[in-house]
Structure formats: C-alpha cells, structure tokens
C-alpha cells in the first residue's frame, strides 16, 4: 500500500514538473553536513544518479539506488522516521524534487544535499569506485 502510494506521488510530482508547478519546499543539508552523516554513519546517504554518472566515482557508504529504481526499492530505505535520509544527485535538482515526494510519503526526515557531487569532486573529497 505505502509503495503504490510513493508510486502515485512520483507519478504525481512528474506531472507538476512537466506543467512547472514544483513547490521547491524540500528541507536540505549541507555537503559538509552530508560527508560527516556518511563518516559516523549518523545517516542513510541516498546517491540517485545514474549508473553512467557512478563511474566518476562515489561518496563511500553511499546506497546506490538510480532516481528511476527508487520506487521499486523502497524498501532499501529505512522506516519513515527511523533515521535521517539524504538524497543527493549530480548537482541538487533530482535530490530536490524526489525528497519533496519523500516527504509526501511520509518520510519526514528526508532532505538533499545542497551541491551534490559535483561540488563534492570539485572539492577533491574522496570518491570510490561503486
């Protein structure tokens, strides 16, 4: 049930982006804030991008799931409200948009991460191959 309820508020949210009516209310995290949640494992660190995007590198401990799995693999994240969620992308505008739909289904304490990781690699922080 919450599955075909996260499925129609994807669903829901692609068609207010097609018509250009997102809301843009979605909490954030700075990428410092981020990096340190994935170093004392304090968060789940969502990396959305694309399997072609990963071979530049990734943020170590990362979950791996790309913005077109997510629905499928929801159960991959922890319960709404268990512990935080950040979901982050190339540069901030998928994270954006998908913690609103998060937020939509229930998880409260989901946020994007402010930059993404192109600022990650642009500050040399360390990537891993996934």
């Known amino acids: ?9 994807l669903a ?3 068609l207010l982006l097609s018509i250009g009516c997102s809301s843009n209310a979605a909490p954030s995290v700075t990428l410092e804030d981020a ?3 994935l170093q004392k494992s304090s968060a789940v660190v969502v ?4 399997p072609s995007e990963y ?3 990734v943020a170590k401990g990362a ?5 077109g799995q997510l629905g499928k693999r929801l159960a991959e994240l922890p319960k709404p409200g268990a512990e935080p969620v950040l979901v982050i992308c190339n540069t901030q505008n998928r994270s954006s948009r998908i913690v609103e739909q998060l937020q939509a289904a229930g998880y409260s304490n989901a ?3 402010k930059g993404g990781m192109s600022l990650w690699a ?9």
């Open 63 to 67: 979950l791996l799931i790309p913005m």
């Open 55 to 57: 071979a530049t590198g």
């Open 47 to 50: 990396d959305i991008r694309e």
């Open 122 to 130: 642009t500050r040399a922080w360390p990537m891993v191959k996934p």
């Open 111 to 113: 946020s994007y991460v």
């Open 12 to 14: 829901y949210g692609a």
């Open 35 to 37: 990096r340190e949640a």
């Open 1 to 9: 049930m919450k599955l075909r309820n996260f499925l129609s508020t």
